[in-house]
């Protein structure tokens, strides 16, 4: 469904009763009562599950599968599939300047990218009623998973142009990737960028928000928009770097005061966050997540351009009767 996202996040801004936007995607693997391995390998199990979660809530958007591990796997990396966790990325496939300048840029719908731009096809046929966000890594957090996470922050120090050419190469991926997502009929991607987070300010900004920028500027427009997400523990010192990236909207994660990031947000610009998808969602209880939730909205709500999210990924067997009472505290918190 075609929408003018640029007018949806006005809308949102202006609006007095603001719906939340969790990212959630894998506990549908509940509703439809199938493992996480199935759901990562079969699009229409990924688009029967975004369904599913949009009937069941009251969601300002329907967010696909974030599987981190799907871009790595394109460029060759291996990947460890279980039955009940998301898939992560085993070893490294770039060690040196000479394997980085080996490294192909694979094609879009090579491994399991195609399954995934189906599902966002298949999906806006499901889902009517308010926008599709396909999730896509971040060139920074793909080249760390070409390179191996800690490795790759010693190379900025010790071969930044080895880092640049790898990140040069993800970002031209990760253009093509988002264009076939927008393609599909999704209307925007969440863009998470979490190795960033783990860098210096100085470092973010020479290694990670350019090449976003570069994506942003080669995807966003009036229907199709990139909404940012970190969920670092430094991000509000690197916020100015984050900006600069031109997304559209933000997303920040838990280990940060959500309230005090919002004081560095330019009025007219979407930020979410941030109720611990892990503490809250997956092992809290109704109780505390509607008091985190209830809190958080009174720390928060005054700001006409937030809007509240759990501050990751929502993982796969989080309970659904605290995923509703989040829901529900939101709701509640704005017909009072």
């Excluded at 700001?303 to 999210?309: A, D, G, L, T």
């Amino acid at each position: 469904m075609k929408i003018n996202m640029k007018q949806w996040l006005e809308d949102v801004k202006n609006s007095n009763v603001k719906k939340a936007m969790p990212i959630l995607s894998f506990p549908s693997v509940q509703l439809i009562g199938c493992t996480v391995k199935e759901i990562t390998a079969d699009a229409n199990l990924q688009a029967k599950g975004m369904k599913m979660v949009a009937d069941k809530t009251n969601s300002l958007a329907s967010v696909s599968l974030m599987d981190l591990s799907v871009e790595a796997e394109c460029f060759g990396s291996q990947i460890c599939v279980s039955e009940n966790e998301v898939p992560n990325i085993i070893g490294k496939i770039v060690e040196d300047m000479d394997s980085a300048k080996a490294l192909k840029v694979p094609e879009v719908g090579s491994a399991r990218s195609g399954v995934y731009i189906d599902a966002i096809k298949k999906a806006t046929d499901l889902i009517t009623d308010r926008p599709i966000f396909a999730g896509v890594i971040g060139p920074c957090s793909l080249a760390a998973r070409l390179l191996d996470v800690s490795e790759m922050i010693l190379w900025c120090y010790d071969d930044p142009e080895m880092v640049h050419l790898v990140l040069k190469k993800s970002t031209e991926f990760l253009i093509e990737y988002c264009k076939a997502y927008k393609a599909a009929g999704a209307n925007g991607v969440v863009m998470a960028e979490p190795v960033a987070g783990l860098l210096s300010p100085d470092m973010a900004e020479e290694f990670s928000s350019p090449y976003v920028k570069q994506i942003v500027d080669a995807v966003q427009d009036d229907d199709f928009i990139v909404v940012y997400h970190n969920c670092g523990n430094n991000v509000i010192a690197m916020i100015d770097s984050i900006l600069s990236t031109g997304s559209a909207a933000y997303h920040f994660g838990n280990s940060i005061d959500m309230s005090e990031m919002m004081k560095y947000i330019p009025d007219d610009t979407i930020a979410m966050g941030n109720v611990d998808p892990t503490s809250e969602f997956c092992n809290g209880t109704v109780d505390s997540i509607t008091k985190a939730t209830t809190e958080l909205l009174d720390k928060c709500s005054t700001y006409k351009n937030f809007v509240i999210s759990s501050g990751c990924d929502i993982p796969p067997h989080s309970k659904w009767e605290n995923i509703t009472a989040f829901f529900d505290a939101v709701d509640k918190y704005y017909e009072s």
